[in-house]
């Protein structure tokens, strides 16, 4: 059965105003583009609906997601505009050909992920990512020093896999499929209700 929660993302209004309370999307625009090439064939995995998809509009964008009724609506929004594509699908099916993309934003979609879910699909998306390219990994991590009300949004958050950096990496490295960069932590501001810093994490393929 299709959790209810999860429809507030195939409605475009109604997601965003949950993300604006909840998520700041100020801040995860900013930081993302921080770190993105304008001009690069990008993948953003995960994309849902397409709520931070006009912060790349100077790139040749994909937007991925399992879920059909947020890419419906995603694509709804951006219909006419030639440089950006959604599609649903299951990543694993390998739906792009290897070495497509010159990076891929993986953005607060990790901590929806089981382990052995985030093993394949660090995988995959290593397959489709050009070699040299950079898979740009943020997500909300827990650490030591995390007050009440943060891990209280983690707990209102949709995916049930919150982990700490060292968690994260324990599960990349061993696959030895990408030299990994020096974590950096990024406070959110512009939510009513303060979620944990953001973690980005680089890894360059090799």
Not at 119 to 125: M, T
Not at 139 to 165: I, K
Request: glycine letters at 6%.
């Amino acid at each position: 059965m299709r959790n209810p929660f999860a429809k507030l993302v195939s409605i475009p209004w109604l997601w965003n105003a949950v993300q604006r309370v909840l998520g700041a999307p100020k801040f995860k625009r900013e930081l993302y583009q921080s770190k993105l090439h304008p001009g690069s064939r990008m993948l953003d995995f995960g994309c849902a609906n397409g709520h931070l998809t006009d912060a790349f509009l100077d790139f040749d964008y994909y937007g991925i997601d399992i879920d059909q009724q947020a890419i419906a609506a995603a694509k709804r929004r951006f219909d006419g505009v030639s440089n950006i594509h959604f599609l649903s699908a299951d990543i694993c099916t390998r739906p792009f050909s290897m070495n497509f993309f010159d990076e891929i934003l993986c953005a607060a979609t990790v901590h929806h992920l089981t382990d052995d879910s985030l093993k394949s699909i660090v995988r995959e998306l290593h397959y489709c990512l050009k070699s040299g390219g950079t898979l740009h990994l943020f997500d909300p991590v827990f650490q030591s020093t995390d007050r009440w009300y943060q891990r209280f949004h983690r707990a209102l958050d949709q995916g049930g896999h919150t982990r700490t950096t060292e968690e994260i990496l324990n599960i990349i490295l061993p696959l030895h499929l990408f030299d990994v960069g020096d974590p950096s932590y990024h406070r959110p501001y512009g939510a009513l209700i303060q979620d944990c810093d953001f973690v980005y994490i680089p890894l360059r393929k090799v």
